[in-house]
T-cell receptor, first 119, second 114 residues
Framework: AQSVAQPEDQVNVAEGNPLTVKCTYS??????LFWYVQYPNRGLQFLLK??????LVKGSYGFEAEFNKSQTSFHLKKPSALVSDSALYFC?????????????????FGRGTQLTVWP | DADVTQTPRNRITKTGKRIMLECSQT?????MYWYRQDPGLGLRLIYY???????NKGEISDGYSVSRQAQAKFSLSLESAIPNQTALYFC?????????????FGPGTRLTVT
């Protein structure tokens, strides 16, 4: 069965420092991996995705994520955090879609990690 | 994302009442989803629809029903609301013809059942 784990409920960093939000996944086939961000009173916004190719994926707002197949991880990173990065971050995984009606096109989300960047 | 809208944005209702949450999208996507978000639990899938004639239960469909009135509209109903259905509800869409089928979310409906 597919699943995603975000081992940290909260991550706190000082502005200007690098940040990492951790994610590990479990899937039987090849994974598609996603990071979403949720700002207060807003819906989820897509940040970045990994499908295939380069293990380091670059996304919106200066974020990047590193896919590590041997460790089944997809950690979100940013070299220099901003106060405005404070939000709730979700990792998600799904298997490659096998066509109409397949349940394998569904996304499975982690529980979320609250990132707080203080000035 | 203004391409996916949800109404109402906030709703307070009483136990036993029937309530409908509506979702509309202008992205032209075939796939639509309903999730609920609870603190510490992330997002859980209630129902999903791959097109107008294809509706499927998610992991927590009990107590909910859906209607896909058109490609652009996907409604979620609580036939008899109960307090543990108090949550934040999100609609999402995706396009399976894209390279990864990423999902686009509406702004959410905050539902309180008293």
């Amino acid at each position: 069965a597919q699943s995603v784990a975000q081992p940290e409920d909260q991550v706190n960093v000082a502005e200007g420092n690098p940040l990492t939000v951790k994610c590990t996944y479990s899937v039987s086939g090849n994974p598609y991996l996603f990071w979403y961000v949720q700002y207060p009173n807003r819906g989820l916004q897509f940040l970045l995705k990994y499908i295939t190719g380069d293990n380091l994926v670059k996304g919106s707002y200066g974020f990047e994520a590193e896919f590590n197949k041997s460790q089944t991880s997809f950690h979100l990173k940013k070299p220099s955090a901003l106060v405005s990065d404070s939000a709730l971050y979700f990792c998600a995984v799904r298997e490659v879609d096998r066509g109409r009606g397949s349940t394998l096109g569904r996304l499975y989300f982690g529980r979320g990690t609250q990132l707080t960047v203080w000035p | 994302d203004a391409d996916v809208t949800q109404t109402p944005r906030n709703r307070i209702t009483k136990t036993g009442k029937r309530i409908m949450l509506e979702c509309s999208q202008t992205k032209g996507h075939d796939r639509m989803y309903w999730y609920r978000q609870d603190p510490g639990l992330g997002l859980r899938l209630i129902y999903y629809s791959f097109d107008v004639k294809d509706i499927n239960k998610g992991e927590i469909s009990d107590g909910y029903s859906v209607s896909r009135q058109a490609q652009a509209k996907f409604s979620l109903s609580l036939e008899s609301a109960i307090p543990n259905q108090t949550a934040l509800y999100f609609c999402a869409t995706s396009d399976p013809t894209g390279s990864s089928d990423e999902q686009y979310f509406g702004p959410g409906t905050r539902l309180t059942v008293t």
